[in-house]
């Protein structure tokens, strides 16, 4: 299939953890650099942070060192454990290519962190 689908969202105390999960093809894995967007509420889509096929990876400045990305079976999955969440980190969060082209957008998961 090629489409992307999200997984894992929900809601989360500020200092809470989160592991989300992003399935699609093996072609779209072995394709394309795959990484995490999030856009909240009145903003952007902005990016989070890639895996890259040699498994090393990239975050944005606010997520490193909080946020972790794995591929867990290395073909058709990859996720995104997050830690130490901040109310700011209240978004919908989507998988997708890192470089043009991009692929269809999938529907993306909630996360919401809040008291």
């Known amino acids: 299939q090629d489409q992307l689908v999200e997984s894992g969202g929900g809601l989360v105390q500020p200092g809470g953890s989160l592991r989300l999960s992003c399935a699609a093809s093996?072609?779209?894995?072995?394709?394309?650099?795959m990484g995490w967007y999030r856009q909240a509420p009145g903003k952007l889509r902005e990016f989070v942070g890639t895996?890259?096929?040699?498994?090393?990876?990239n975050y944005a400045h606010a997520v490193k060192g909080r946020f972790t990305i794995s591929r867990p079976n290395g073909k058709n999955t990859m996720s995104l454990q997050m830690s130490s969440l901040k109310p700011e980190g209240t978004a919908v969060y989507y998988c997708?290519?890192?470089?043009?082209?991009?692929?269809?957008w999938g529907q993306g998961t909630q996360v919401t962190v809040s008291s």
């Open positions: 997708n290519n890192i470089s043009a082209p991009l692929l269809p």
């Open positions: 093996e072609r779209i894995f072995s394709a394309n650099t």
């Open positions: 895996i890259r096929s040699d498994g090393s990876t």
